[in-house]
Protein backbone atom coordinates (compact mmCIF):
# COMPACT_ATOMS: atom_id res chain seq x y z
CA UNK A 1 0.00 0.00 0.00
CA UNK A 2 2.88 2.46 1.08
CA UNK A 3 4.39 1.78 -2.73
CA UNK A 4 1.13 2.38 -4.57
CA UNK A 5 1.00 5.81 -2.69
CA UNK A 6 4.49 6.52 -3.00
CA UNK A 7 4.06 6.23 -7.33
CA UNK A 8 1.44 7.97 -7.57
CA UNK A 9 2.61 10.81 -5.40
CA UNK A 10 5.97 10.42 -7.71
CA UNK A 11 3.31 10.20 -11.34
CA UNK A 12 1.55 13.41 -9.76
CA UNK A 13 -1.32 12.48 -12.26
CA UNK A 14 -4.32 10.19 -11.74
CA UNK A 15 -3.69 6.25 -11.73
CA UNK A 16 -6.45 5.87 -14.28
CA UNK A 17 -4.19 7.75 -16.57
CA UNK A 18 -1.32 5.51 -16.04
CA UNK A 19 -3.15 2.20 -17.02
CA UNK A 20 -2.51 0.47 -14.02
CA UNK A 21 -4.68 -2.63 -13.22
CA UNK A 22 -4.93 -1.65 -9.54
CA UNK A 23 -7.53 1.39 -10.38
CA UNK A 24 -11.27 0.40 -8.72
CA UNK A 25 -13.26 1.05 -11.83
CA UNK A 26 -16.49 1.93 -10.18
CA UNK A 27 -14.84 4.50 -7.94
CA UNK A 28 -13.29 5.81 -11.37
CA UNK A 29 -16.99 5.88 -13.37
CA UNK A 30 -18.13 7.89 -10.09
CA UNK A 31 -15.96 10.59 -10.80
CA UNK A 32 -16.88 10.60 -14.47
CA UNK A 33 -20.40 11.10 -13.52
CA UNK A 34 -19.54 13.94 -10.57
CA UNK A 35 -17.84 15.34 -13.52
CA UNK A 36 -20.66 16.01 -15.59
CA UNK A 37 -22.30 18.65 -13.43
CA UNK A 38 -19.98 21.27 -14.53
CA UNK A 39 -22.17 24.40 -12.65
CA UNK A 40 -23.73 23.87 -9.28
CA UNK A 41 -26.97 24.66 -10.87
CA UNK A 42 -26.83 22.06 -13.53
CA UNK A 43 -29.49 19.44 -13.48
CA UNK A 44 -29.07 16.25 -15.81
CA UNK A 45 -31.24 12.96 -16.12
CA UNK A 46 -29.20 9.64 -15.90
CA UNK A 47 -29.60 9.68 -20.21
CA UNK A 48 -27.97 13.35 -20.42
CA UNK A 49 -25.10 11.72 -17.73
CA UNK A 50 -24.45 8.19 -20.02
CA UNK A 51 -24.16 10.33 -23.04
CA UNK A 52 -21.72 13.31 -21.57
CA UNK A 53 -19.40 10.23 -19.78
CA UNK A 54 -19.72 7.43 -22.49
CA UNK A 55 -21.07 4.87 -19.58
CA UNK A 56 -23.72 2.61 -20.53
CA UNK A 57 -27.63 3.78 -18.53
CA UNK A 58 -27.69 0.74 -16.28
CA UNK A 59 -24.40 1.81 -14.61
CA UNK A 60 -25.06 5.11 -14.94
CA UNK A 61 -28.30 4.52 -13.06
CA UNK A 62 -26.66 2.35 -10.53
CA UNK A 63 -24.06 4.95 -9.97
CA UNK A 64 -26.34 8.48 -9.15
CA UNK A 65 -28.46 6.05 -7.22
CA UNK A 66 -25.52 5.49 -4.66
CA UNK A 67 -23.93 9.18 -4.75
CA UNK A 68 -27.88 10.42 -3.74
CA UNK A 69 -27.64 8.15 -1.38
CA UNK A 70 -24.12 9.28 -0.10
CA UNK A 71 -25.36 12.80 -0.47
CA UNK A 72 -23.33 13.57 -3.44
CA UNK A 73 -25.87 13.97 -5.77
CA UNK A 74 -29.87 15.17 -5.16
CA UNK A 75 -32.57 13.67 -7.10
CA UNK A 76 -35.20 16.00 -8.09
CA UNK A 77 -38.50 14.28 -8.85
CA UNK A 78 -40.57 16.68 -10.21
CA UNK A 79 -37.59 17.15 -13.11
CA UNK A 80 -36.67 13.50 -13.01
CA UNK A 81 -33.17 15.06 -12.81
CA UNK A 82 -30.10 15.00 -10.52
CA UNK A 83 -27.95 17.94 -9.45
CA UNK A 84 -25.33 18.13 -6.90
CA UNK A 85 -25.76 17.41 -3.33
CA UNK A 86 -24.78 19.06 -0.12
CA UNK A 87 -22.10 16.71 0.35
CA UNK A 88 -20.36 17.36 -2.63
CA UNK A 89 -20.66 21.23 -1.73
CA UNK A 90 -19.47 20.90 1.51
CA UNK A 91 -16.32 19.19 -0.07
CA UNK A 92 -15.44 21.69 -2.53
CA UNK A 93 -15.71 24.53 0.67
CA UNK A 94 -12.40 23.04 1.85
CA UNK A 95 -11.10 24.85 -1.61
CA UNK A 96 -11.95 28.12 -0.02
CA UNK A 97 -9.30 28.09 2.22
CA UNK A 98 -6.75 28.81 -0.40
CA UNK A 99 -8.66 31.58 -1.37
CA UNK A 100 -6.16 34.40 -0.47
CA UNK A 101 -3.53 32.45 -2.30
CA UNK A 102 -5.58 32.66 -5.11
CA UNK A 103 -6.07 36.26 -4.83
CA UNK A 104 -2.40 36.61 -4.87
CA UNK A 105 -1.78 34.25 -8.08
CA UNK A 106 -4.72 36.56 -9.73
CA UNK A 107 -3.06 39.36 -8.87
CA UNK A 108 -0.02 37.97 -10.63
CA UNK A 109 -2.02 37.25 -13.91
CA UNK A 110 -3.61 40.58 -13.71
CA UNK A 111 0.15 42.31 -13.79
CA UNK A 112 0.95 40.54 -16.73
CA UNK A 113 -2.67 40.79 -18.11
CA UNK A 114 -2.05 44.85 -18.09
CA UNK A 115 0.75 44.65 -20.65
CA UNK A 116 -0.95 42.20 -22.75
CA UNK A 117 -3.76 42.07 -24.82
CA UNK A 118 -5.04 38.41 -24.04
CA UNK A 119 -6.33 36.01 -21.48
CA UNK A 120 -3.89 34.95 -18.91
CA UNK A 121 -5.06 31.84 -16.78
CA UNK A 122 -3.97 29.36 -14.05
CA UNK A 123 -5.19 26.15 -15.26
CA UNK A 124 -5.44 22.86 -13.17
CA UNK A 125 -5.58 19.72 -14.91
CA UNK A 126 -8.39 16.61 -15.06
CA UNK A 127 -7.94 13.83 -17.03
CA UNK A 128 -7.77 15.03 -21.07
CA UNK A 129 -9.04 18.58 -20.04
CA UNK A 130 -7.40 21.19 -17.87
CA UNK A 131 -9.58 23.74 -15.87
CA UNK A 132 -9.34 27.52 -15.49
CA UNK A 133 -8.45 27.77 -11.69
CA UNK A 134 -7.61 31.38 -12.23
CA UNK A 135 -7.55 34.06 -14.83
CA UNK A 136 -6.79 37.78 -15.63
CA UNK A 137 -7.46 40.29 -19.06
CA UNK A 138 -7.22 43.65 -19.87
CA UNK A 139 -10.16 45.85 -20.63
CA UNK A 140 -9.49 45.96 -24.25
CA UNK A 141 -8.62 42.18 -24.41
CA UNK A 142 -9.49 40.70 -27.83
CA UNK A 143 -10.11 37.45 -28.73
CA UNK A 144 -10.18 34.29 -26.24
CA UNK A 145 -12.44 34.80 -23.22
CA UNK A 146 -12.49 32.10 -20.46
CA UNK A 147 -13.88 32.25 -17.00
CA UNK A 148 -12.82 30.68 -13.49
CA UNK A 149 -13.79 27.21 -14.19
CA UNK A 150 -13.85 26.87 -17.82
CA UNK A 151 -12.46 23.67 -18.99
CA UNK A 152 -10.24 23.70 -21.86
CA UNK A 153 -9.08 20.57 -23.71
CA UNK A 154 -5.47 19.15 -22.92
CA UNK A 155 -4.80 18.58 -26.76
CA UNK A 156 -5.57 21.92 -28.67
CA UNK A 157 -4.34 24.30 -26.11
CA UNK A 158 -1.41 25.65 -25.42
CA UNK A 159 -2.00 24.89 -21.70
CA UNK A 160 -1.90 21.24 -22.87
CA UNK A 161 0.37 20.76 -24.39
CA UNK A 162 3.25 22.28 -21.94
CA UNK A 163 1.60 20.04 -19.19
CA UNK A 164 1.79 16.81 -21.25
CA UNK A 165 5.45 17.83 -22.05
CA UNK A 166 6.37 18.45 -18.76
CA UNK A 167 5.47 15.53 -17.19
CA UNK A 168 8.03 12.33 -16.82
CA UNK A 169 8.21 10.85 -20.79
CA UNK A 170 6.85 7.22 -19.52
CA UNK A 171 3.29 9.10 -17.66
CA UNK A 172 3.00 11.33 -20.69
CA UNK A 173 2.76 8.52 -23.00
CA UNK A 174 0.69 6.85 -20.80
CA UNK A 175 -1.82 9.47 -20.89
CA UNK A 176 -1.54 10.02 -24.50
CA UNK A 177 -2.29 6.37 -25.22
CA UNK A 178 -5.22 6.51 -22.73
CA UNK A 179 -6.61 9.63 -24.87
CA UNK A 180 -5.99 7.65 -28.01
CA UNK A 181 -8.90 5.19 -26.87
CA UNK A 182 -11.70 7.67 -25.50
CA UNK A 183 -10.38 10.93 -27.80
CA UNK A 184 -8.33 9.72 -30.83
CA UNK A 185 -8.51 13.25 -32.46
CA UNK A 186 -6.96 14.67 -29.55
CA UNK A 187 -4.00 12.07 -29.35
CA UNK A 188 -3.39 12.75 -32.80
CA UNK A 189 -2.84 16.20 -32.17
CA UNK A 190 -0.23 15.94 -29.14
CA UNK A 191 1.71 12.60 -30.67
CA UNK A 192 3.34 14.41 -33.51
CA UNK A 193 4.27 17.08 -31.35
CA UNK A 194 5.16 15.59 -27.89
CA UNK A 195 8.83 15.25 -28.14
CA UNK A 196 9.55 18.72 -30.00
CA UNK A 197 7.39 20.34 -27.14
CA UNK A 198 9.67 18.27 -24.17
CA UNK A 199 12.96 19.24 -26.17
CA UNK A 200 11.85 23.18 -25.74
CA UNK A 201 10.51 23.30 -22.79
CA UNK A 202 13.44 21.99 -21.24
CA UNK A 203 15.56 24.31 -23.36
CA UNK A 204 13.50 26.76 -23.15
CA UNK A 205 11.15 26.61 -19.93
CA UNK A 206 8.25 26.97 -22.19
CA UNK A 207 5.67 25.64 -24.78
CA UNK A 208 4.23 27.63 -27.64
CA UNK A 209 0.89 26.73 -29.76
CA UNK A 210 -0.08 28.14 -33.00
CA UNK A 211 -3.56 27.80 -34.59
CA UNK A 212 -4.74 24.51 -32.33
CA UNK A 213 -7.99 25.60 -31.07
CA UNK A 214 -8.42 28.23 -33.27
CA UNK A 215 -6.68 29.46 -36.64
CA UNK A 216 -6.64 33.12 -35.20
CA UNK A 217 -5.89 32.24 -31.16
CA UNK A 218 -1.91 31.55 -30.84
CA UNK A 219 -0.56 30.70 -26.88
CA UNK A 220 2.33 30.51 -24.72
CA UNK A 221 2.37 28.45 -21.55
CA UNK A 222 4.66 27.42 -18.61
CA UNK A 223 4.01 24.18 -16.63
CA UNK A 224 5.24 24.23 -12.54
CA UNK A 225 5.53 22.09 -10.09
CA UNK A 226 2.78 22.64 -7.67
CA UNK A 227 3.40 21.08 -3.86
CA UNK A 228 -0.65 21.10 -3.29
CA UNK A 229 -1.76 19.65 -6.12
CA UNK A 230 1.37 17.11 -6.53
CA UNK A 231 0.97 17.24 -10.16
CA UNK A 232 1.80 19.78 -12.59
CA UNK A 233 -0.27 23.58 -12.88
CA UNK A 234 0.56 25.68 -15.82
CA UNK A 235 0.30 29.39 -16.57
CA UNK A 236 -0.80 30.26 -20.39
CA UNK A 237 -2.00 33.02 -22.38
CA UNK A 238 -4.03 33.22 -25.36
CA UNK A 239 -3.54 35.80 -27.75
CA UNK A 240 -4.74 36.89 -31.36
CA UNK A 241 -2.58 35.35 -34.36
CA UNK A 242 -3.23 38.70 -36.21
CA UNK A 243 -1.41 40.56 -33.74
CA UNK A 244 1.23 38.18 -32.49
CA UNK A 245 2.71 35.48 -34.58
CA UNK A 246 4.87 32.86 -33.59
CA UNK A 247 8.01 35.05 -33.57
CA UNK A 248 6.57 37.64 -31.56
CA UNK A 249 5.33 34.95 -28.69
CA UNK A 250 8.79 34.20 -28.62
CA UNK A 251 10.44 37.57 -28.53
CA UNK A 252 7.39 39.54 -26.25
CA UNK A 253 5.69 36.98 -24.67
CA UNK A 254 7.41 33.93 -23.51
CA UNK A 255 10.04 35.53 -21.45
CA UNK A 256 6.78 37.15 -19.56
CA UNK A 257 5.43 34.09 -18.89
CA UNK A 258 8.10 32.59 -17.76
CA UNK A 259 8.80 35.30 -14.95
CA UNK A 260 5.24 34.97 -14.14
CA UNK A 261 5.82 31.10 -13.91
CA UNK A 262 8.75 31.70 -11.69
CA UNK A 263 6.36 34.49 -9.37
CA UNK A 264 3.60 31.72 -9.16
CA UNK A 265 6.13 29.31 -8.49
CA UNK A 266 7.19 30.93 -5.47
CA UNK A 267 3.92 31.64 -4.40
CA UNK A 268 2.59 27.98 -4.45
CA UNK A 269 5.92 26.89 -2.67
CA UNK A 270 5.43 29.09 0.36
CA UNK A 271 1.70 28.74 0.55
CA UNK A 272 1.97 27.11 4.13
CA UNK A 273 4.05 29.29 5.38
CA UNK A 274 3.77 33.22 6.15
CA UNK A 275 1.88 34.03 2.52
CA UNK A 276 -1.29 34.17 3.72
CA UNK A 277 -0.30 37.13 6.17
CA UNK A 278 1.96 38.94 4.03
CA UNK A 279 -0.04 41.11 1.42
CA UNK A 280 1.45 41.56 -1.95
CA UNK A 281 3.11 44.30 -3.68
CA UNK A 282 3.12 44.97 -7.15
CA UNK A 283 6.56 45.08 -7.73
CA UNK A 284 9.45 42.66 -8.32
CA UNK A 285 9.17 39.81 -6.28
CA UNK A 286 12.33 37.73 -5.45
CA UNK A 287 11.99 34.08 -6.21
CA UNK A 288 14.58 30.98 -5.17
CA UNK A 289 14.70 28.30 -8.30
CA UNK A 290 15.03 24.84 -7.35
CA UNK A 291 17.93 24.67 -10.24
CA UNK A 292 20.51 27.21 -8.84
CA UNK A 293 19.39 28.10 -6.05
CA UNK A 294 19.95 31.91 -7.29
CA UNK A 295 17.79 35.15 -7.22
CA UNK A 296 15.66 35.77 -10.31
CA UNK A 297 13.34 38.93 -9.99
CA UNK A 298 10.53 39.67 -12.41
CA UNK A 299 11.73 42.91 -12.83
CA UNK A 300 14.91 41.58 -14.14
CA UNK A 301 16.49 42.11 -17.92
CA UNK A 302 15.40 37.77 -19.30
CA UNK A 303 17.76 36.21 -20.39
CA UNK A 304 16.27 33.67 -22.79
CA UNK A 305 17.43 35.55 -25.75
CA UNK A 306 20.81 36.37 -24.77
CA UNK A 307 21.65 32.82 -24.46
CA UNK A 308 22.81 32.38 -21.16
CA UNK A 309 21.10 30.79 -18.13
CA UNK A 310 17.62 30.94 -17.74
CA UNK A 311 14.79 31.07 -14.95
CA UNK A 312 13.24 27.75 -15.03
CA UNK A 313 9.76 27.43 -13.56
CA UNK A 314 9.82 25.85 -10.33
CA UNK A 315 10.50 22.09 -10.80
CA UNK A 316 11.22 21.95 -14.14
CA UNK A 317 13.94 19.61 -14.81
CA UNK A 318 14.06 15.83 -13.76
CA UNK A 319 14.20 15.34 -10.33
CA UNK A 320 15.00 12.29 -8.32
CA UNK A 321 11.79 11.04 -7.59
CA UNK A 322 10.58 10.75 -11.37
CA UNK A 323 9.29 14.35 -11.76
CA UNK A 324 10.91 16.76 -14.50
Known amino acids: MGRRSERLSRQGVLASETGDDDVIQVVSRA??????????EARLGNLEISNRCGLPRSTVSRLTHTLTRMGQLVYLPRDQKYRIGPSAV???TTMMKGLQLRNLIRLRLQDVADQLPGTVGFVIPDRFHLVYLEFARAANALGLHEATGSRISMATTAAGHAYTAALDP?????LIAEMEGELPNGAKMLTPRIEANRRHLQEHGYVVACGLW??????????????QYQTYVVTT?????AMYDEQRLHREVAPQMVELAAALGSLLEGADGDIFSNRIERKSLPVTTHNNNKIIKTGAVNEL???TRRPRPARSVRAGDGRR
Open 31 to 40: FDVLRCFEGH
Open 90 to 92: AMS
Open 170 to 174: AIGDA
Open 214 to 227: SPHINGVAVPLWSP
Open 237 to 241: IGLLS
Open 305 to 307: EAG
